[in-house]
């Protein structure tokens, strides 16, 4: 079967789908707003909004991940050390990374590189496991073993209001000037414009004791120095139209990152690596239609085409000098349908279609096909469940290669909530999921750490939790909310990346088979006290057991896989009271090894970081102001997340920002 007879049968499929419905959502037309039955709370997501949000408001978005259970990070150091995140030991490339509904890919490297994007213009981060409970959204996003959400901010005006201005700077240690500026304007009733703009510079120098013993516990080095070659110099802006329709919505945005910085090397027996230097150039244009075709009915349309270009140089005289430029282009084309059948059963079918060509170095283009059908049902409150079942069609060419045999693959998911009692409010979940992707362009074709022999990777999912909550709306107790998940993960094939010696490029293997196995806890706390004094708590906690079992005459059989830690935990404190708001967050990740074998020579020891910040909101005029100061790693601890990549010491940031 040729990709053209699958196109054309996909194709087929899913107009035939919309062919056949006869209906949907409701939308109020006088006050242009859609609403929609859903089902998002069959398992809810972590998020972080407004005021929690806020205290995060100068770091980028994988230090807001942080703070979600479940997550893993990894940070090379700095403002523009490179930071990715995997949820559940599954692996950064089973994480989506979705920006206004539609993924942020790579498929060179699969890497997402969070620490380009800013929270400066982000109204909300979600993290969900599985799925998003939505089930009217674009074939990929069903293919994920998780998924972030990272949502900008709408453009709201006043009653009578035209445009809205806000400016935003701030500076702190290693020389650090952070400028930006967001303007909206109201272009009509029903269309509004935005505008984001932000400019970011650093030198990343900052101080670092380094402290390693030998496997005897003799002491090998005790160094104090000034990390070098951690600089940054990065401009961003974005910009997007939305519009209302009478039976519909429509948005269309435009986002770009150009960025110069050094790549901060290991830090391997007292031998200092400073010559690798990053370019990139990140481009991409997307656009989202949706409409209400009758009372049943409702149709999505998304569309994106993204260029990324990125210069990778290593000058350093111990090594091969390397002066690579890695071009890629992205098609991306999405149609959903939604029928609700009865009150309470809804159904959808999408098809994606993707392109993606690596030029320059190598040469290599691939093309993917999603097909996706899903329902979901309930019973009130009592009981809600989704189903979904994903088609996964792939092939991928090379210049100086055969063509790649075609790939396919079927995944299922299953998703239920029960609430047996009226009150309290307690409510059972659970959910199965395979998920399955492919080897980059890196995993399979790089010369110097790619593995041409890697296999797809394949997951199965299986995770139970609890929900309680109690919401008041009178006296000093106000919520509290209690979740608990336990959950397995057998991944077939895992791809593991790790860095050896250079940073830009990582070594790949499978493991063949791993077992995971964890429990994650969340709670909050909100309380009104007199004199209208705020106080919230949010605190996670996780516990993993990821362990290598794929062949038990290995060294390592049944040892936890690099990186992941078996204990780790996070809190949020805020106290409010008339415009001041004080925050103190805590991070705690525990004792790891670095490679395969769980050996004390391999061993990585825990490390916390505590973070306190202070924040006033006043007004002059008309004119709102809000002005922030910042101390991070309050107690200057010294730290690792990646073994020989140090970490910054205590360092402080202050910001000012004025609205108009």
Known sequence: MNRNTIFILLTGFLCGTAAASTAPDSINLDEVTVTAQTYKDVIPAQTLKGKELDALRTHSVADALRFFSGVQLKDYGGVGGIKTVNIRSMGTNHMGVYYNGIELGNAQNGQVDLGKYSLENIESVSLYNGQKSEIFQSAREFGSAGSIYLTSRFPLFAEGEKARLRASLRAGSFDLFDASVTFDYRLSHNVSFSFNGEWLTSSGKYKFRYRRVTPSGDLAYDTTAVRQNGDIDAVRFEAGLHGFLNRGRWKAFVYHYNSERGVPGAIVNNVWR?????????????????????????????????????????????????????????????????????????????????????????????????????????????????????????????????????????????????????????????????????????????????????????????????????????????????????????????????????????????????????????????????AEIDLTGKFQYTYQEAIDVTNPADNYYRHQIPYIPWHSFSAICMAGWRGWTLNYSYIYTGERYNQQENIRYNYTQPWYTSDLSLLKEFQIGKVKMRATAEINNLFSQDYDVILNYPMPKRNYRFGLTIEI
């Open 274 to 530: 400073r010559g690798e230097r990053l370019w990139d150039r990140n481009t991409f244009v997307q656009g989202m239609w949706e409409y209400n075709v009758t009372p049943r009915w409702d149709m999505k349309i998304n569309a994106k085409y993204a260029y990324d270009y990125t210069r990778y140089v290593n000058n350093d005289d111990k090594l091969i000098h390397v002066d690579n430029i890695y071009k890629q282009k992205e098609v991306y084309l999405s149609c959903a349908a939604k029928v609700i059948v009865l009150p309470n059963w809804e159904w959808s079918a999408a098809y994606d279609f993707q392109w993606n060509g690596l030029s320059e170095y190598k040469s290599v283009h691939r093309t993917t096909h999603w097909l996706s059908t899903a329902t979901a049902f309930s019973l009130g409150d009592c009981f809600k469940a989704q189903a979904s079942a994903l088609l996964t069609a792939v092939n991928e060419e090379r210049r100086d290669r055969d063509e790649a045999p075609d790939k396919f693959k079927f995944t299922p998911g299953v998703f239920m909530s029960v609430k047996p009692f009226r009150r309290p409010n307690l409510v059972v979940r659970a959910f199965y999921k395979h998920s399955y992707r492919m080897p980059t362009f890196n995993d399979l074709y790089y010369t110097d750490m790619g593995n041409a022999y890697l296999k797809p990777e394949t997951a199965i999912q299986y995770n139970a939790g609890l929900l309680y909550d109690i919401s008041r709306s009178k006296g000093a107790f106000r919520f509290f909310s209690i979740g608990t998940d336990i959950y397995y993960n057998e991944v077939r094939d895992k791809i593991v990346a790790y860095p050896k010696g250079q940073q830009f490029r990582w070594t790949m293997l499978n493991l063949g088979k791993v077992h995971i196995r964890g429990i994650d806890v969340q709670t909050q706390l909100t309380f009104r006290l007199p």
